[in-house]
């Protein structure tokens, strides 16, 4: 089982950046692709980021390509999400997930963390 943990969100004016942390429990983070979603009020759970249990591949939503980066830590269990460029439109609690062979389809995932609230302003 894993539980994970997400920090790193809050509030930032357009154009500027913030880096998202999911601090995972248990020694069998290593064995997960992992994934970042985001869900705005009102709307589905959308995909944003994923990487391999490696990190040797990466996935990213059309959207956020160029703006963001996904990256993850085996050693310290971490899970890792650059945001830059940041608009009003990436407004949403962000999530992350465990899967057991990555996918950017949020019914694939078996673990979520809380989320955490990323407001940018205009």
């Known amino acids: 089982q894993v539980q994970l943990v997400e920090s790193g969100g809050g509030l930032v004016q357009a154009g500027g950046s913030l880096r998202l942390s999911c601090a995972a429990s248990?020694?069998?983070?290593?064995?997960?692709?992992m994934g970042w979603f985001r869900q705005a009020p009102g709307k589905d759970r959308d995909f944003v980021a994923a990487?391999?249990?490696?990190?040797?591949?990466?996935y990213y939503a059309d959207p956020v390509k160029g703006r963001f980066t996904i990256s993850r830590d085996n050693a310290e269990n971490t899970l890792y999400l650059q945001m830059n460029s940041l608009t009003p439109e990436d407004t949403a609690a962000y999530y992350c997930?465990?899967?057991?062979?990555?996918?950017?389809?949020?019914?694939?995932?078996?673990?979520w963390g809380q989320g955490t609230q990323v407001t940018v302003s205009s």
């Open positions: 997930g465990a899967s057991p062979k990555g996918s950017m389809r949020s019914a694939e995932y078996e673990y």
């Open positions: 248990g020694r069998t983070f290593r064995s997960y692709a």
């Open positions: 990487i391999s249990w490696d990190g040797g591949r990466a």
